[in-house]
């Protein structure tokens, strides 16, 4: 395994300027693989090194302030990703996820709703793409949440501490995900079909047209208040009418029945609408949902006809809590296609889950716009050296080895692995590797000296 990262890591090799910069990304990435409990960068120097203050204060400045570009690592990670996990029909989800923050120093902190607390904390926010397939899940893109409170001309001073880049504006959540997926479209490295994400992003109509016009197939989950109008109706397009002046808008035909919100339509239909289906294998068992499809018309937030969509709508067969998905996918997909997305967002939630509890993705301490961006990029690379790992390991049959020489069986296997998400399964991958560095250079060259600083 030892020599499967250092293998790993010289595929990125060529996208460092310098050597230096080589050997404390290789040192940071068998940090965050360790076993230590806190993956922070004075850990990981005490622990290899020892008590070398100047290693810690070199390894500082190379992931806060290091010129290495890490757009350019991202870019050759997502062509590995591709190779690894690579299917037409794959999915790309986006989701937020939040790192509470002490104080309000550190590029992007304000007081919002912090999702690993449950409550407004202070926090940074990032907005993440992973990819999915039937071969396994990885990181693909990042963007940090800057709060509109951080372009005021109070900031400007914390602003240019953090490096924040000149001309930056604020955009939203949703609109940075859709930079995301266009990113990925105009690159076209990592093949997909599918692009997943929460209400988050469903409360946008600007997002859903702008996946809309990207000709990928959304699914994504909007809030139980979006009003909707049941089936097609007839619309007037902009331009010149029989009298009066010309419209600026489309403007649906006078008849139709009004707008309703996505709750009441489920409310109204008669129980023969609904089926259930399976939405995948949980820890616990089958997990199963009831479904109901409606074909809608969206509107605009001002209330003007938008494109026609298919309302999927989900209902709990144990407590009749309900949510609402629209998506554009041709009328050919299968209903038991359409249910098994819906319940497909898990991929992103796991890979937070193995991301934060093996790799240290929430490990860091560092407060500037480049050292949050680098931190980030470091740990979708040992993110993905995991999945890589797992899945040669599957591949070669070491999984089903290590189960029988332990006297057990291998409940995670690889197509439970592909379809469930089991949280067990993500956890046993990780442990079998979460010793890869413990013997401090144990698998390193000799070198005749230390890296210096970035």
Not at 166 to 186: D, H, I, N, S
Not at 245 to 256: A, F, K, N, S
Not at 370 to 380: C, K
Request: a positive charge; aromatic letters at 8%; glycine letters at 8%.
């Amino acid at each position: 395994m030892a020599e499967e990262l250092v293998a790993y890591h010289t595929q990125f090799h060529d996208l460092f300027g310098r050597r230096e910069q080589r050997e404390w990304s290789e040192f940071y990435l068998r940090g965050q693989l360790s076993d230590l409990e806190r993956k922070t960068i004075e850990p990981m120097v005490l622990h290899f090194k020892g008590s070398d203050w100047s290693a810690v204060r070199a390894m500082q400045q190379f992931i806060s302030e290091g010129a290495w570009n890490d757009d350019r690592i991202l870019e050759r990670l997502q062509e590995r990703v591709a190779e690894d996990l690579g299917e037409a029909d794959a999915m790309v989800i986006l989701d937020g996820s939040s790192f509470p923050k002490q104080g309000l120093h550190a590029v992007g902190v304000a007081r919002q709703y912090c999702g690993h607390l449950g409550k407004v904390a202070n926090c940074q926010h990032g907005v993440f793409a992973a990819y999915a397939s039937s071969k396994g899940h990885a990181f693909l893109d990042r963007r940090l949440y800057m709060p509109q409170e951080w372009f005021d001309e109070a900031h400007a001073p914390l602003r240019a501490r953090s490096g924040v880049p000149e001309g930056l504006k604020f955009r939203t959540e949703p609109a940075l995900g859709l930079e995301m997926v266009k990113g990925r479209v105009e690159r076209a490295t990592v093949p997909f079909s599918w692009v997943l994400a929460d209400e988050t992003y469903g409360a946008d109509p600007k997002f859903l047209d702008g996946v809309a016009a990207l000709s990928k197939r959304d699914f994504v989950e909007v809030p139980v208040s979006t009003s909707l109008w049941v089936g097609r109706i007839q619309v007037e397009p902009a331009g010149k009418g029989a009298r009066g002046r010309p419209r600026q808008y489309p403007r649906v035909v006078e008849g139709p029945p009004p707008r309703q919100e996505g709750r009441q339509i489920a409310a109204a239909l008669p129980e023969r609408a609904w089926r259930r289906y399976r939405i995948k294998e949980g820890a616990k068992g089958t997990i199963e949902a009831e479904f109901a499809f409606v074909q809608v018309t969206r509107s605009t937030k001002g209330g003007k006809p938008a494109a026609e969509a298919l309302a999927v709508l989900r209902r709990n067969p144990e407590d009749s809590t309900m949510k609402v998905f629209l998506t554009n996918a041709p009328k050919k997909v299968a209903r038991r296609a359409l249910a098994r997305v819906g319940g497909m967002r898990w991929p992103i939630e796991t890979a937070f889950e193995q991301a934060k509890g093996e790799v240290g993705m929430d490990h860091y301490e560092v407060r500037t716009w480049r050292g949050w961006h680098h931190h980030m990029t470091q740990s979708f690379l040992a993110h993905h050296f995991l999945v890589r790992m797992r899945q040669r390991g599957k591949k070669s049959g070491a999984d089903a080895a290590a189960s029988e020489a332990a006297g057990g069986s291998d409940s995670c296997s690889e197509d439970a692995y592909a379809r469930e998400g089991h949280r067990d399964c993500a956890v046993s991958a990780t442990a079998q590797l979460r010793g890869i560095s413990v013997t401090p250079g144990s698998h390193r060259r000799p070198a005749s000296k230390a890296p210096k600083a970035a």
